[in-house]
């Protein structure tokens, strides 16, 4: 089992960059398929990106292709996603997730564990 916690979250202008961080506890991190996923108020859980155990194969959703970048590192036990030319589209609640086996999946319904999510809100 595996414990997420997401940070770095916060209220942006338009254009502007962010981080979000998600920190994991366990001793397995590195057997987990991680992704994140968003949520903006009155829409659907909707997936973001998402990252293989070792950082070989990553999936992104088409709307952040070339804005945002995910990485992991095995050794910190964390994850990061890097997201650039913010606008107001992307305000929303930011989940990271887990899954421990299986391919590198862009359905909510395939991860197993969820973090509490980090409210990202890009306004002017």
């Known amino acids: 089992q595996v414990q997420l916690v997401e940070s770095g979250g916060g209220l942006v202008h338009p254009g502007d960059s962010l981080r979000l961080s998600c920190a994991a506890s366990?001793?397995?991190?590195?057997?987990?398929?991680l992704g994140w996923f968003r949520q903006a108020p009155g829409k659907e859980r909707e997936f973001v990106a998402a990252?293989?155990?070792?950082?070989?194969?990553?999936n992104y959703a088409d709307f952040v292709k070339g804005r945002f970048t995910i990485s992991r590192d095995n050794r910190q036990n964390t994850m990061s996603l890097q997201m650039n030319s913010l606008n107001a589209e992307d305000t929303a609640v930011y989940y990271c997730?887990?899954?421990?086996?299986?391919?590198?999946?862009?359905?909510?319904?395939?991860?197993?564990?969820w973090g509490q999510g980090t409210q990202v809100t890009v306004s002017s």
């Open positions: 997730a887990a899954r421990p086996f299986g391919r590198v999946a862009d359905s909510a319904s395939e991860y197993d564990y």
């Open positions: 366990g001793r397995t991190f590195s057997s987990y398929i």
């Open positions: 990252i293989s155990r070792t950082p070989g194969i990553t």
